[in-house]
């Protein structure tokens, strides 16, 4: 370090502790603020990250073929024959776990309640891998076949039908003959999901039971798969839409639109939120570093006097500055780990935030830290904070000598 | 030997309220090398005026500067800035020492900004501090020293990288006498071991006694310019 670098910076950590308490107060609201914009990017991002793996593992994978119309009108008239064998053959390479399903609105009954849901007819062994299903049962059984005419229900949707494990229900649908299509079931096995309306929302069984409930045949819904990654299906949607030219081959940002808005919207908010969060801090600052330039006015024509160049007199100012935002920065972003840290097992918000649930959301958020918002916020501090702090440093700079040393 | 400073026709006018103040009017000066002088007179007459311009820390509003061969009154501020930074030293009246500095790094100072390693600037700076009558007192700050040590610390760094010139603006006001004194006799000596020319301001008599050029100003003109013996 050169002796005048070296100058200014214990001149720049000597100034800042000459009023302990100002500086301590400007440095807390620096830490606040960097606390505030890395923890709060931590929970959006937890959000943004967990949704659309939670809604994949629930059931929408990242790749969905329907029939034409299915997606619109999801009966069991667009239903689609089983996968032929150049589907099955891109599948088979492009996907890690792919599923066909049976998949139509239904209602439940049980001898108290009833309630509208969506019948989905599974595979059990395709589902392992591609769905929540298969590790969601708390009670009971998961099912065995495809063949199997038990009834995997919500834990809260038996509650609402105030049934039971072991207790028979009926499901009513449209059969593919356009005639009521109606069985008893008996509840092999209750699961947990979030959010609730998964629950509340979907009862499974066999897909071949669900078939012969619907008068299908070997028809089905819906093939869901999931790729290696989740952004970069764009040649394996290509290869599927050419192994089935006459069907719906959608991608998950498709069929969950929402998701990908709330993506571009919650960046939009953190970004406003990291301008108004910097805003106030940038006051705080500028005050800070004008209340103490004003204050040295004449140890700054001092300086001049003694032979310090203007850009010296910048630059220790900026000096201060910087140790003032890197003290901030290190002490917010600290507090913001340590809050990440005890949130790491998830933030419960469904006391106050049904809305959540409503919107498909889980109301319990898990942080998550991307490298990419903790290193936006902290070069946005730092940036913007200089930038901010060249007018009271050009201010230091501008005197006058003997005016500055005349000033008491 | 061409001398240290030379002013022609040097005039300053302030403007305070629409009113013009003439406070230097066409001064005539040349100061050779090792000169020890000191311009004296009546509050308003000049003389810290004429101190600041040859420091190059205020501007003329006409007229020629020429500090050790470098005319300074049309110089950029930052080439002003490596003039005063090499070849001028200042003491102020109110000693003007850097707080946060010790006595030590106060006499530093000047020679950080001109690159001096830190080894042979610690050396220069304890030795400067002890030819003042300050060891010992090296690692205080301003506010653990009085008055008189602030003043030696001051004198010190004005001097410690021998420049070619110190200006020092009642240097005695705020020293008691003895103080006073000995601080001169410490000037005295620079003057002569060193080769530093000395251009005091001042009311005090004891500062004139000890000059060897008086310079009396008044209404921002030269009225007297007289050499004498000095008493030291």
């Known amino acids: 370090m050169s002796s005048t670098v070296r100058l200014l910076a214990v001149l720049a950590w000597r100034n800042l502790w000459r009023h302990p308490g100002r500086t301590g107060a400007i440095l807390f609201a620096l830490a606040l603020g960097v606390w505030s914009m890395v923890s709060l990017a931590g929970l959006t991002r937890g959000v943004l990250e967990g949704q659309p793996e939670r809604a994949i593992a629930n059931l929408t994978g990242h790749v969905q073929i329907h029939a034409p119309g299915y997606r619109d009108d999801p009966v069991v008239e667009h239903s689609m024959p089983p996968p032929g064998p150049e589907l099955r053959a891109v599948l088979a390479a492009g996907a890690l776990a792919w599923a066909a399903r049976v998949r139509v609105p239904a209602i439940v009954v049980s001898e108290r309640e009833s309630a509208a849901v969506t019948l989905v007819g599974i595979d059990p062994a395709q589902e392992r891998g591609l769905s929540f299903i298969p590790g969601a049962v708390v009670a009971g059984r998961y099912l065995e076949s495809v063949d199997d005419a038990g009834l995997l229900i919500g834990r809260k949707l038996a509650e609402r039908l105030e049934t039971r494990l072991g207790w028979r229900v009926v499901v009513m649908s449209e059969g593919a003959d356009n005639e009521l299509a109606d069985r008893g079931f008996r509840i092999v096995g209750l699961f947990d999901a979030e959010p609730e309306a998964i629950e509340t929302g979907y009862v499974f069984v066999g897909r071949r039971a669900a078939q012969r409930m619907l008068r299908l045949g070997e028809r089905i819904s819906e093939i869901a798969l999931v790729a290696p990654e989740r952004d970069r299906i764009d040649s394996l949607l290509e290869r599927l839409r050419a192994a089935a030219p006459d069907l719906d081959v959608r991608p998950w940002t498709e069929i969950e639109p929402l998701l990908v808005l709330t993506e571009e919207l919650s960046n939009v908010v953190l970004v406003i939120w990291y301008l108004i969060v910097f805003t106030a801090m940038s006051f705080g600052l500028v005050n800070t570093l004008l209340m103490a330039v004003f204050e040295r006015t004449r140890e700054f024509g001092l300086f001049q006097a003694l032979g310090m160049r203007p850009r010296l007199i910048v630059g220790q100012v900026l000096g201060e500055s910087v140790i003032l935002i890197a003290l901030g920065l290190a002490l917010g972003n600290a507090a913001a780990a340590l809050t990440l840290r005890w949130l790491e097992s998830g933030l419960d918000l469904s006391a106050f935030a049904e809305g959540f649930e409503m919107a498909g959301y889980s109301p319990v958020l898990y942080p998550e830290v991307a490298a990419g918002d903790v290193l936006a916020a902290n070069l946005l501090v730092l940036v913007l904070g200089l930038i901010a702090s060249l007018y009271p440093a050009w201010r230091a700079a501008r005197h006058v000598p003997v005016r500055a040393l005349a000033r008491t | ?232």
């Open chain 2, 1 to 232: 030997m061409e001398p240290t400073v030379v002013c022609r026709k040097v005039s300053k006018v302030y403007r305070q309220d629409s009113v013009a103040v003439h406070a230097l009017v066409d001064v005539d000066l040349v100061i050779p090398r090792q000169d020890f002088l000191c311009l004296y007179g009546p509050s308003g007459s000049g003389k810290t005026t004429l101190l600041n311009l040859i420091g190059g820390l205020d501007r003329p509003t006409s007229g020629e500067i020429i500090v050790d061969g470098q005319r300074i009154d049309n110089m950029a501020s930052g080439a002003l800035a490596q003039l005063r930074l090499h070849r001028i030293g200042f003491v102020f009246q109110a000693y003007n020492l850097i707080p946060v500095l010790t006595a030590r790094e106060n006499v530093e100072f000047v020679m950080q900004l001109q690159g001096v390693p830190a080894a042979e600037r610690r050396r220069r700076a304890l030795e400067i501090l002890a030819e003042v009558g300050l060891e010992g007192l090296a690692d205080r700050r301003p506010a653990e020293l009085s008055g008189g040590q602030q003043q030696r610390v001051a004198v010190a760094r004005a001097i410690v990288s021998e420049p070619a010139l110190v200006l020092a603006d009642e240097p005695t006001a705020n020293l008691d006498s003895k103080t006073a004194e000995n601080l001169m006799q410490l000037l005295v000596h620079m003057n002569r071991e060193h080769g530093v020319t000395f251009v005091f301001s001042t009311h005090d008599r004891l500062v004139m006694d000890f000059s060897r050029r008086l310079i009396g100003l008044r209404d921002g003109r030269i009225v007297e310019d007289r050499r004498r013996e000095a008493a030291a």
